[in-house]
């Protein structure tokens, strides 16, 4: 079984930062990506970035260059740091484990604004 714990959401002003954190425990692979998907409200869930056990990042068109994916191996942790966020960018941010199968943190909330 695999765990994804999201941290780090909150209530931020326009042209704030924040940085989640995702914690991966339990049975992972050695392999695999790592990625985060948000979901605003209204809307279908949609990709953020994602991070391969390469260490190559794919990131949403809109999403660069304020956002930056990054992870630390030694501690199954991936990183969302969000920059100049505006109220487009208040959704509830997802983790995602794949490996075969997708795996799903809770979700924590971002919220942008004034």
């Known amino acids: 079984q695999v765990q994804l714990v999201e941290s780090g959401g909150g209530s931020v002003q326009p042209g704030g930062s924040l940085r989640l954190s995702c914690a991966v425990s339990?049975?992972?692979?050695?392999?695999?990506?790592m990625g985060w998907y948000r979901q605003g409200p209204g809307k279908q869930r949609e990709l953020v970035a994602i991070i391969d056990d390469g260490g190559v990042t794919t990131y949403a068109d809109w999403a660069k260059p304020r956002f930056t994916i990054s992870k630390d191996n030694a501690k199954n942790t991936v990183y969302l740091q969000m920059n100049s966020l505006g109220p487009e960018d208040t959704a509830v941010y997802y983790c995602?484990?794949?490996?075969?199968?997708?795996?799903w943190g809770q979700g924590t909330q971002v919220t942008v604004s004034s």
């Open positions: 995602n484990y794949r490996a075969f199968v997708d795996y």
């Open positions: 339990g049975s992972i692979y050695s392999f695999g990506a």
